[in-house]
């Protein structure tokens, strides 16, 4: 079957998408950002609760955050003061998950030329998360913590959401967990209230293309390995 050129755009924005770690200081507009969240939002919740809510962070805001948050990442004592609030991976490695995870993770260092004993720097790699990889917008984004496993499931939808209306706009981004374990912090600093959880973090730019952690490429499954056709 033949794609018509509107199923090629989707694809084209869905399968270029990937998780930048480099972006340019190009500054996104306002009017972009809030499109991509309007775009975003028409994501199915059910009943349509719409469970999430989102926090951008541009400029004196997003580089306040950053240093917070560094500052007890680099910290061994201060850092082992927080941990994540709920469990976003699994709390025990099976394969082929993580034979995936290690793959992943050693290609990306493989790239930067980081050897399995450079600890200080794939610590130095990760602190990139908490400058959002220096991309000139961070997202940070919470739940109503009375909404259920349903409600997460919907939020997943919607940040692809973002992801997706991101490419078709020429810009990319960067969904990040490991935000996650500096909840208390981030709570903190948006003036969170009591009732709202993190999710996660995302960085959104334009990515700079010139920087080798870009060209990394993680592999998929294929079809007949992850579905089942019944007749």
Request: net charge negative; glycine share 8%.
């Amino acid at each position: 079957m033949i794609a018509t050129p509107e199923q090629e755009i989707v694809d084209a924005a869905i399968t270029s998408r990937r998780s930048i770690r480099a972006f340019l200081p190009d500054a996104v507009a306002r009017e972009d950002i809030e499109a991509i969240l309007r775009v975003a939002a028409r994501a199915p919740s059910g009943t349509n609760t719409q469970p999430w809510k989102v926090y951008v962070l541009t400029g004196a805001a997003k580089q306040k955050l950053s240093a917070e948050i560094l500052n007890a990442y680099l910290d061994p004592a201060l850092s082992k003061q927080h941990v994540e609030e709920y469990h976003y991976y699994p709390r025990e490695w099976v394969p082929p998950y993580i034979d995936r995870r290690r793959k992943v993770g050693w290609d990306l260092y493989s790239l930067l030329g980081l050897g399995r004993d450079n600890k200080a720097g794939m610590q130095a790699q990760h602190a990139r998360n908490y400058v959002f990889f220096d991309a000139p917008v961070g997202l940070m984004f919470t739940i109503d913590r009375k909404m259920e496993l349903g409600s997460w499931l919907d939020y997943g939808m919607f940040l692809q959401n973002i992801m997706i209306a991101a490419r078709g706009r020429g810009l990319d981004t960067c969904p990040q967990a490991a935000f996650t374990q500096y909840h208390k912090i981030i709570s903190d600093g948006l003036e969170l209230p009591d009732g709202e959880k993190v999710v996660c973090g995302m960085s959104l730019g334009y990515a700079d293309y010139g920087k080798i952690e870009n060209t990394l490429e993680t592999e998929r499954e294929p079809v007949s390995g992850f579905a089942t056709f019944l007749e």
